[in-house]
């Protein structure tokens, strides 16, 4: 199928011409996904993990599939209930152990005057986290991956999350069939593909609420219906029932059986590079919502961002082309088969289509990746196999199948004879019987023994579906995470293979994508009333009492200096008359670093562990703060010395600045102690007082020196500060022994 028009039409269209374009635009990219290797085995791929085959259904009474499964127990006596789930153990394990992460990224502000705001993000980010359990929609996107191939998470705002009118950041997640992009790149970003469509099958009364004036314009989804049963748990039969069944003569609407009623919607994000040729500024965005901004004309006067000192006014030139896009950060259109719900700019602070893709097995010429389950399935079905056939010869072993002269019983056929010799405790009528010999076993016991290989190959089975998934490193990875500190960070290096290392680059790569969209949805929705509710005073930013009240985004941008005396982003300029406008730029200012290895906690620990070491040698500059933020505690404070306070030298030196004159204080106050008599009885009420505690004069006499015995007497000559062991620490020195 080809598009009759390559190019979304624009917003002025009627709504039937826009629903026809999006319409081919969505089949075009079903088929562009349906095209891809492994797409077609999507449906296989999740019945093998559920493990359900038509024997096994049949026995139960469920429905056997009309195709032949990839595994079926052989043989009409085995035991067709055993059945040992390791694809879904393995798999689950593997996921539980992915998704044990904690939010890893953090800000940096490259303007000290935002340092602020990046601090603000890294807090809501951590309640966040906790607040929307987002852990847990995070494994479901690793289910989704390592079971479908590919998974997805959608961050969004939910202005409902905790409750009415009580919102918060969701992350919807979704498979292989929740997203389709539009004329996707070679190099499979989604977020380079001229369109994304993310489908969302949304209960009747849900989308009502949403667009209440609407409601009656559309129409039910038998599809978007079944799904919802689906996922509720519901045994739907058929994914799509009979017209005839759905629909009630008697009352002219369909039935739908216990079933929610839902209507499919279509989010798409356009990358329309539609430009204002107008010669006037155009309005963008519903007035008054925190996506409205203006858009100028090309060819006519725009700020420059540098405001000139002599006069404040700003420095203009003229827009081009890429300055005039009314859509710079994508166009949203939400619409089903029947109606446009929306069709204007992109509601996010982060300009990108909201949707990360995780896939963990991926290869460059595969859009959907591996399929974890396949490569195990058969290493799994043979070792249920297994089972089933040991299983077997202990039941035959217990009760033994035995023969029956045929003389006493009526006879039996040779088919029944084969049947009746695989099942344990059956009788089989034969003639051959010795004068008054009635019954004898029918097998010979020993072909019921349990070989020694046979618990090996089991053993190896698992094995190898263990060394395919990497399952073992992750384990002892995760074992890892409880090494004492004394451990070395060389044993951590070791427990890792170049392939968990791969899943851990795979999900810090996902990880990275998901900060700028949760962080621009911060920056849009977490108000200062919100974030009162979260943190009390203390979630508050001196940004929040400006000229824009209530929002992390500056009214007024601290601006670069430049060796001209100008300042390059100035917050007075024209060009940030847009609280969207402002974001942008806030975002780009703002780093999101996520350190290579920290998601499987491997870079860290060794991180801190090195840290350690490094403190207890005293040629390395050292203090308190920077040990406190590699070992990850809070609340510890901070060294303000100047433009050099956040590099280690220069904390380094105010700590040893700190430490010095806490301990010149000290001598002072020895110093005072002793000149006014009672030395000993005061300094040991000082130190007291300081926990240190005191102690008195030594005791008997030494009988070779004459000398008190233990330690010299103290506070007989003026204390002096000295160092012990190679100068790790600090003491004051009281007594007159000869000072070393």
Known sequence: MALSQYFAPVAVNSSGRKLGW????FRESELGVEACYGYDLLDEDLRIFRQIFPDLLSGFGGPAPSSPPLSTPTGAA????????????????????????????????????????????????????????????????????????????????????????????????????????????????????????????????????????????????????????????RAVGNALRGAAELFDPSTGKKQFHGQVPAVRVYYTYIRDMSMNLTGNPVEMGTPRTYWNYRVPAVGSDIPTGLINPNTGQDLTRKAQPEDCYLYPWLRLVIWTNEVVCYDGPSHAFHGKIPAVKLTLDPWPWDYLGGSL??????????????????????????????????????????????????????????????????????????????????????????????????????????????????????????????????????????????????????????????????????????????????????????GRPLPTGMVFGDGRSGMFDSRIKRARYLMTTMGVQIERGSLLDVTSMTRQLLELRLYQDPNFPKDPISLAESLRLNNVGSLDDGEDKDSRIGRAKKWARIQTETLAALQALAQQIMAAGDPSAQLATMMQTLGAGAGGNGGGAHDATGRPEGRPPSYEAPPVMETRDNGQRTIINTSDRTRE
Request: overall charge negative; some cysteine; aromatic content about 8%.
């Open 373 to 558: 389950v396949r490569d195990i399935a058969s290493q799994a079905e043979a070792f249920n196999r297994l089972a089933r056939s040991i299983d077997h010869r202990e039941q035959k072993k217990a009760k033994p199948p035995r023969q029956v002269n045929m003389d006493m019983i009526d006879d039996t056929t040779a088919e029944s004879l084969k049947r009746l010799i695989e099942t344990p405790g059956e009788l089989v009528k034969v003639d051959s019987f010795r004068e008054g010999e009635v019954i004898r076993p029918l097998d010979d016991p020993r072909n019921n023994e349990i070989q020694q290989w046979e618990l090996e190959y089991g053993k190896s089975l698992i094995e190898s579906m263990t060394d395919v998934l990497g399952l073992n490193n992750l384990q002892r990875l995760a074992e890892s995470r409880q090494i004492p500190s004394g451990d070395t960070s060389e044993k951590l290096l070791q427990i890792t293979g170049a392939r968990t290392q791969r899943k851990g680059n795979i999900m810090e790569r996902f990880c990275a994508d998901l900060a700028p969209m949760v962080d621009g949805l911060m920056l849009e929705w977490y108000t200062a009333k919100f974030r009162w509710r979260l943190f009390g005073y203390k979630g508050q930013t001196i940004y929040d009492y400006d000229h824009d009240p209530g929002t992390m985004v500056p009214a007024n941008i601290p």
């Open 22 to 25: 999006l319409r081919e635009a």
């Open 78 to 233: 085995v035991n067709r209930g055993l059945h040992i789930p390791q694809v879904k153990r393995m798999l689950s394990e593997m996921t539980a152990i992915l998704g044990n992460i904690e939010p890893s990224w953090t800000h940096t502000a490259s303007n000290e005057e935002l340092r602020d705001v990046s601090d603000k993000l890294d807090a809501c980010t951590r309640v966040w986290w906790e607040r929307t359990h987002a852990v847990e929609r995070i494994i479901e996107t690793i289910q989704w991956s390592a079971v479908n191939r590919t998974g997805y998470i959608f961050p969004k705002w939910n202005p409902h999350f905790h409750g009415i009118n009580q919102g918060d950041i969701e992350l919807g997640v979704g498979g292989p069939k929740s997203f389709f992009p539009l004329w996707c790149p070679k190099s499979n970003d989604i977020q380079q593909a001229y369109a994304g469509t993310i489908v969302e099958d949304m209960p009747i009364h849900q989308f009502g609420i949403t667009w209440p004036t609407l409601v009656n314009s559309v129409k039910v989804n038998d599809q978007a219906t079944a799904n919802l049963a689906q996922q509720a748990g």
